[in-house]
């Protein structure tokens, strides 16, 4: 069992907190499968250096990406979805903290480099993690984080990038077992994930073609095992090596033993 609890979410630093909200999310099945958009997935993989593609010369991480197949229309035809992942707290008197309101041009920067690098379908992922309390007491969006929201989608728009949002709420519980609550978007169905904004299509070129099929190659060669794509490829930073883990069970790595979602 990981032990990343509600707590270390809500009140660590921001680094640990990304980090940490990333293994919450792919943790959980009903958190992360409607990032594929009804598609079916070969692989997830969460924080990867741009640079294993390019030996250096992009040094930004991907937060995370998606293999993706457009079964059944064409069953042998994958494409690759890229997020960059922000996380917000909501606190529940309805304050947003860390919602950087005024750094829209600072993350188009960051996508552009998504772009430059070779990566055709990038959308951002805001993720908001509600305090508890929160969802009793207001709904969401509250008006304020709509505006915020709202006045990012014409820059987004207007590059082609699409934009995703999640967010669940913390609901205490024990550190081995933190629990949360999704928050659903829209009538019907239980939707996870708001997308209101879809990413320009696309196939990989350059320095993010080399490593989409580097991380394939990895996670393709990676021993049998069951459920093999419910397991995600992340980067060691220690022993510089990609490992193919189970988020829900595993925050170390398998080689050298450091703990993975300590490592910035
Ligand atoms: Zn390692």
């Known amino acids: 069992m990981t032990t990343v609890a509600a707590q270390n979410l809500y009140e660590s630093d921001p680094q640990y907190r990304e980090k940490a909200a990333m293994w919450r999310i792919l943790s959980l099945l009903p958190l992360y499968a409607p990032l ?45 979805r890229a997020w960059e992942v922000k996380v917000a ?22 996508l552009s480099i998504y ?10 992922l805001d993720v908001f993690v509600c305090e508890p309390g929160f969802l009793q007491a207001h709904r969401f ?17 207007r590059e ?3 934009y995703y949002a999640l967010a669940f709420q913390l609901t205490g519980g024990s550190a081995a077992d933190p629990g949360l609550s999704s928050l659903i978007f829209g009538p019907g169905p239980a939707q996870t994930v708001w997308n209101p ?13 080399k490593l989409m099929a580097r991380l394939g190659e990895f ?12 397991h995600q490829i992340v980067f060691c930073r220690v022993c510089r090596q990609l490992q193919l883990i189970r988020m829900r069970d595993e925050h170390l790595c398998p080689l ?3 703990d993975l979602i300590r490592q910035f």
């Open 256 to 258: 050298c033993r450091d």
């Open 141 to 157: 969006p509250t008006p304020k984080v709509a505006e915020t929201l709202a006045a990012k989608f014409p820059a987004l728009r």
């Open 115 to 124: 772009r430059e690098f070779g990566a055709p379908d990038v959308s951002l």
């Open 197 to 209: 904004l879809a990413a320009r299509g696309g196939q990989p070129t350059e320095g993010y073609a």
């Open 89 to 110: 707290l909501l606190g529940k008197d309805g304050n947003a903290h860390s919602l950087k309101a005024g750094k829209l041009s600072r993350l188009m920067n960051q």
């Open 36 to 80: 594929a958009q009804d598609r079916i997935w070969r692989w997830f993989a969460a924080n990867i250096p741009m640079d294993l593609g390019t030996g250096g010369s992009f040094n930004s991480d991907i937060d995370l990406i998606a293999r993706l197949n457009y079964f059944p229309l064409a069953r042998n035809v994958w494409f690759f």
């Open 160 to 162: 082609g990038f699409g």
């Open 219 to 230: 996670f393709e060669h990676s021993p049998d095992r069951p459920s093999k794509n419910f």
